[in-house]
């Protein structure tokens, strides 16, 4: 039987008229009854959203719910109305900068994230001090049997002015430890005898086992 509604009440309607009624099509009562369950907790959510006088936040939630893929969005906006356009966009990247933080005992961490090239810019990067150009750049990939290379270019390049980047740093955990041990034990130890010129470069996308001591004291590096 037709009847007529407002504007307001209209999604309700809508909603209302796609409640499962008929369980034939269904293999069991049990799946029945839990699908039309599962429309009703969906139902009430979107009434929850709809719903003028619940908070933004509370609305947030909702959606987290029942479209979790619209939340980047939603949570931009709700930065922006509520803290300002600038807490959203990411600072442009100078590597003069981040540079200029760093010293020989401050390492520079570069957090990756997919479809980076942290190595360009290091590569094309000439510090405007005479003093802290590098004699050489030393790269190496952390993996299985690098832990020792990868040492043994520190205590060098620590010594002659070089630089080191050790890439992949999330893929060589344990040995992570024993590079905060050489850092502190050997190299901060006698500051004196390091070379101006000196830093470690790491590279490791985000891992909550990166050691705690390096990122304290490192220059952390989000885009490049």
Not at 36 to 47: D, G, K, P, T, Y
Not at 99 to 124: H, M, N, R, T
Not at 128 to 148: D, F, H, T, V
Request: proline share 7%; glycine share 4%; charged share 20%.
């Amino acid at each position: 039987m037709p009847f007529s509604c407002s504007k307001k009440q209209a999604p309700y309607v809508v909603l209302l008229r796609c409640v499962p009624r008929e369980k034939n099509n269904y293999e069991s009562k049990a799946a029945w009854q839990h699908k039309v369950v599962a429309f009703f907790f969906f139902f009430f959510l979107l009434i929850c959203l709809l719903n003028n006088s619940s908070s933004e936040l509370e609305r947030l939630v909702v959606l987290r719910i029942i479209r979790p893929d619209k939340m980047i969005f939603a949570i931009k906006a709700f930065v922006i109305r509520h803290m300002g356009e600038e807490f959203i966009h990411v600072p442009s990247f100078e590597m003069g900068a981040c540079f200029k933080e760093s010293d020989k005992v401050k390492p520079l961490i570069l957090v990756l994230f997919p479809g980076c090239d942290p190595l360009a810019p290091v590569y094309q990067f000439v510090p405007e001090e005479e003093n802290l150009k590098p004699a050489s750049i030393k790269c190496l990939s952390l993996g299985q049997g690098q832990g020792p290379a990868a040492e043994e270019a520190i205590m060098e390049a620590a010594g002659s002015g070089s630089w080191v980047i050790l890439q992949n740093c999330h893929l060589a955990e344990k040995w992570m430890e024993r590079l905060v041990k050489v850092w502190e034990d050997q190299l901060l130890a006698d500051e004196e005898a390091i070379h101006p010129a000196f830093r470690l470069w790491l590279t490791s996308y985000a891992t909550p086992n990166f050691p705690s001591q390096l990122l304290q004291t490192g220059v952390k590096v989000w885009k490049f």
